[in-house]
């Protein structure tokens, strides 16, 4: 089955201990994101990679490290969490091969930070 | 800068009621244009997609809309809701220079329909 996978999908830390929310997808696609979902702010682009060792900054990038080394996993690193960062996120894969560059989410990651 | 904005922010109806959700976009170029529908707890899925040809497009579960240029819009349209379908809807605008990498999301609206 075609799938956008997350890991964890529940995390409650506490602020400066690092985490990484890993990301992976199996349709062998190119470009891989991550968004957050706030309420009453839709989702906002975090970073974005278009193939592997390629990575490029969205819209929130502030407090968030990305690396892609592996075209499938693309996973959401977190240095020095803080409050402000609680949220849902969703990573997404699409591909230029796709005529409409539809992006395929995940089952989102429920961060709390502490 | 790029933006989404939809009409509304809480949407209530009762069933059998017909819906119609605005979205306007602010980019001047070609867009590829998406609504996701998010159920209660689950993630994003995909109602329908523009990307060219007929503006008027179908998506699943009865939903339509029309892409109208001159007006920068995207409405999202449904002519007879049920109770299974209150979630929160996403408009989306893909400028297609940046094809697949961004996708800029509206606020959402959520949808509420009573039995």
């Known amino acids: 089955e075609a799938q956008v996978t997350q890991n964890p999908r529940y995390l409650i830390t506490v602020t400066g201990k690092k985490l990484t929310v890993t990301c992976s997808q199996n349709?062998?696609?190119?470009?891989m994101s991550w968004y957050r979902q706030d309420p009453g702010l839709g989702l906002r682009q975090i970073y974005y990679?278009?193939?592997?060792?390629?990575?490029d900054k969205g819209d929130v990038p502030e407090g968030y490290k990305v690396s892609r080394k592996e075209k499938r996993n693309f996973p959401l690193i977190l240095e020095s969490p803080s409050p402000n960062q609680t949220s849902l996120y969703f990573c997404a894969s699409s591909s230029p091969r796709l005529a409409t560059y539809e992006q395929y989410f995940g089952p989102g990651t429920r961060l709390t930070v502490t | 800068a790029q933006s989404v904005s939809q009409h509304n922010h809480h949407v209530i109806l009762s069933e059998a009621a017909s819906l119609e959700l605005g979205c306007n976009y602010s980019y001047g170029g070609t867009v590829n244009l998406f609504w996701y529908v998010q159920y209660p707890g689950q993630h994003l899925q995909l109602l329908l997609k523009y990307f060219s040809g007929d503006p008027l497009v179908k998506g699943i579960k009865g939903f339509e809309a029309e892409f109208i240029k001159s007006k920068f819009s995207f409405n999202l349209r449904k002519p007879s809701v049920q109770w299974s379908d209150t979630a929160e809807y996403f408009c989306a605008v893909n400028p297609a220079n940046q094809a697949g990498t961004a996708l800029i999301f509206g606020k959402g609206t959520t949808l509420s329909v009573s039995s």
């Open positions: 990679s278009m193939n592997v060792e390629v990575t």
């Open positions: 349709m062998n696609h190119e470009y």
